[in-house]
């Protein structure tokens, strides 16, 4: 780990107050309540809580920062977090029924069960369904060990 990831991960740990244990980046984030994150979030396990938080990304090519046609929106940091406890559902679904969800700002249709061939043919996201009604979408790059760590705790 590099030195900028080093400082980073003291930082979070300072923040939290404990160890950040399994972390991973989730390539494509949004939720039902209109946040939509195009790059992702940095997603982490620290004290009894999955956390999250986004990132300003910069354009480039090769390490060469390009200039963007358009003027540029100003860079809202989003943050949250969720324990364990309050995960009521958690399943894949297609990543096109996601956007239309994180778009509508809320859930616009029942989510049924993806079946083989969805998963061959679609690019797949997370659903995590929490008890208060807020449902994230997160496309993770390696979805079995969420779903082992989120089991694993809920067992403690």
């Not at 900028?4 to 404990?18: C, K, N, S, T, W």
């Not at 986004?54 to 390009?66: C, H, M, T, Y």
């Not at 096109?96 to 509508?104: E, K, L, P």
């Amino acid at each position: 780990m590099d030195d900028d990831a080093q400082v980073f991960i003291a930082e979070l740990e300072a923040r939290h107050g404990g160890p950040v244990g399994w972390r991973t980046y989730a390539t494509w984030y949004g939720n039902n309540r209109g946040i939509f994150r195009e790059f992702g979030v940095f997603l982490y396990w620290c004290e009894g809580k999955f956390h999250f938080e986004d990132f300003e990304r910069n354009p480039s090519l090769l390490g060469i920062a390009l200039k963007p046609r358009r003027p540029k929106k100003p860079f809202v940091k989003y943050e949250g977090s969720f324990s364990t406890s309050d995960v009521v559902l958690t399943r894949p679904i297609p990543k096109s029924v996601a956007q239309r969800n994180i778009d509508a700002g809320k859930v616009t249709e029942k989510i049924r069960e993806v079946h083989l061939l969805d998963r061959i043919f679609r690019q797949m996201v997370e659903m995590v369904v929490l008890s208060d009604g807020t449902i994230h979408f997160f496309e993770l790059m390696n979805r079995r060990e969420f779903i082992t760590l989120l089991s694993s705790i809920d067992k403690e």
